[in-house]
């Protein structure tokens, strides 16, 4: 199979394969184009013919062939295989099926039969009248029943047990599947929802994982989950995506509710871009299925404490892996389910006028503290400040303050004071990245001696942050030193594993047409980024002098305080040079 795999590889070109989707240009040793996987209008998709691979520098897609056709035509890799397979006339070998395999297509059976059963009790038997009118007075309409092929599990021991095992399925594979449960006074296991409307829990090729069932009455608990299985797990599982998913797509944007019927209701409200987690706090394999489809998030939880808590890690979450995050204003209403059935139109203009995170905490944060004087409002800076000082934007973080202390009745300056309190954003704004080339830089600078083939400069390892370029520093100077020339072939044969992706990351770099005609030019690129380099690497020095600074003179250490200004200065001097000359 293996052996397959490198074969297959070896015969198909990742430039024409990947020219069937994307437009691609020649750019130097690579070939570039706008990223089929994010929206973007500058390209920063990259193609690499020597390694056969890609990269987008902008959202960090990358991988070979097989990987691009799996994420291109969302295919698995066994079916990402023989789409290549037969496209370069490859017969693959049989395997053995996988009894993993089998057994999980054993579960997608069980859980697509039951998912009709309960769908047909609820639309069409008696037994599901009470269940229908119950949705109906919640203003869900017969269209969405269909769509999210809603269903009914009646208060019968063995129900959809006995109609599966009449299907052929063990009672073993039942009880595996989550669907039944083993019985102590049967040999045959029994149902697990009873007395539950059922709502069928997709992935995002539409396959029905599991169910989430709401008990029809009053009972404990509200709600019930499929137990995780082979097929199903309820912290990568997002209700409503695979209805979601073209939407989310479209317009790039993910709604996320609370619960099952506010995901129903907000679709049947003609906002279809809604998705809810199943009963627990977002995970981050969440918020990494939304992120394939989506760029930003909007909240729309509920308006309680409890909503609010979750509304803050929701961000914290989505932040961190570089999502956008709005929250969307419900006004009085208790969920986004209660705004709707009052105010469908509102619910559109909430989550298209979805307001910034951080005006969401300040807002938040006095609606708690409200009534409570000087102390509410010192509680509220305490608590609205961290956040703030996370902007990396002076003039956001500005903005903030400004409505911030507006609306506290307090004079900005005596909220900025609170801010300085600890030097956490000065450091912050000196981690940005400089504006060219962002956190490329190194790589950049790499690929640019790459292409000139010889390294006669100078250039520092302490100017580069990052571990691996500081590697591959050091190897390009050994080569050079040894061979006098810098080839990628030659650079290839002794490139240890655990550099090879940052090496190709180097190669995929964007290095401009003008520079690889032009060698005069091309040196003098290389000279401006290495010196840009060293600019970046002495102004982080100055940043931590400063703060040594600062430290030294609190504690009146003199003699301390003299060589740390006296370094300062140096530096400072050595930066004006640089940037006198460049
Ligand atoms: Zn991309």
Redesign the pocket.
Known sequence: MDSQVEEIKRKVDIVSLISESVQLKKAGRNYKGL?P??S?KTP??MVNPERQIFK?F????GGDVLSFVEKNERASFPEALKLLADRVGVKLKQTAPDPAEKQKDTFFKINAAAAELYHYILTKHAKGKQALEYLKARGIVPAAVKDFKLGFAPAVEGFVTGYLIKKGFSPAELIASGISLPSQRSKNPYDRFRGRIIFPIHDAQGRTVGFSGRILGSGEPKYLNSPDSLIFNKSNSLFGIDLARGEIGKSKKAILVEGNLDVVSSHQAGVTNTVCPLGTALTEAQVELIKRYAEEIVLAFDSDGAGISASKRAIELAENQGMAVRVSELGNFKDPDEMIRTEPKSWQKATEEATSVYEFIIASSLKRWSGQGVDGKRRVVAEVLPYLKGLTDPMQLEQYLQSLSDRLGVRIETVRSQLTVGAKTEQKLAEEPSPKRGTQLEEYLLALVLSSEKLEIDIAEAWFEKAETKALLSLFQEEFDHKGKLKVKEILKHLPESLTSKFDEVLLQDVEEKFLENPEALQKELLLTTRRCQKLFLKKQMQLLSLAIKQAEAAKEQERLTKLTNRFRDISQKLSTLDQSS
């Not at 902008?58 to 897609?61: A, H, I, R, S, V």
């Open positions: 990223c996987f994010h973007e920063s998709f987008c902008g959202c960090g897609e």
